[in-house]
């Protein structure tokens, strides 16, 4: 089933935003997502009635839950959060879980891709192997936590990729 042309041009719109403003700033602003988390309601109801409502409840909540995880440990901000909520919100669960899957899946493919250019990809894969032995010897989670602020961090506008799959769920998706 296609979205509707109202819908779909909403979604465009708050995703381009979204990226616009992390690109510049680093921040994806409450004023942005919110409004957009209010408008997947109204439309899922205006198209679907109470299922509508339901379906847009479940994306925003699946949305969010899955990038918890990663906002709790420093991986990614809140703001990523909240645009994958008010994706979520928009395009319900399905859609929304398609996007994260093809948005986390495009960060990483960039995020390997920056790191061998510039050299670090072996340096920060044994990091990654260290926090995991971190994490089975100790039984705590606590060396998985990350610092954008941390000496040699690298970081990525992480709402390009997620915006990317979440478009691509728009165009391919179904409900």
Do not use: W
Request: aromatic residues 4%; hydrophobic residues 55%.
């Amino acid at each position: 089933m296609s979205v509707p042309a109202p819908l779909f041009a909403t979604v465009l719109g708050f995703v381009a935003l979204c990226m616009a403003s992390d690109l510049r700033t680093r921040r994806i602003p409450n004023a942005i997502t919110g409004p957009a988390m209010l408008a997947g309601a109204a439309f899922n109801v205006l198209y679907g009635g109470r299922a509508g409502l339901l379906a847009s409840l479940g994306g925003l909540t699946l949305g969010a839950a899955i990038l918890l995880p990663p906002f709790a440990a420093g991986g990614i901000g809140g703001g990523d959060v909240k645009m994958m909520g008010a994706v979520g919100a928009l395009l319900g669960p399905h859609r929304t879980l398609l996007g994260l899957a093809t948005g986390l899946v495009l960060g990483g493919l960039v995020m390997t891709v920056h790191l061998a250019r510039q050299g670090r990809l072996r340096e920060k894969l044994a990091a990654i192997a260290v926090m995991i032995g971190g994490v089975a010897v100790s039984g705590s989670v606590e060396p998985l936590k990350l610092s954008a602020d941390a000496p040699g961090a690298v970081s990525l506008p992480y709402s390009v990729p997620l915006g990317l799959g979440a478009v691509t769920a728009l165009v391919l998706g179904t409900p």
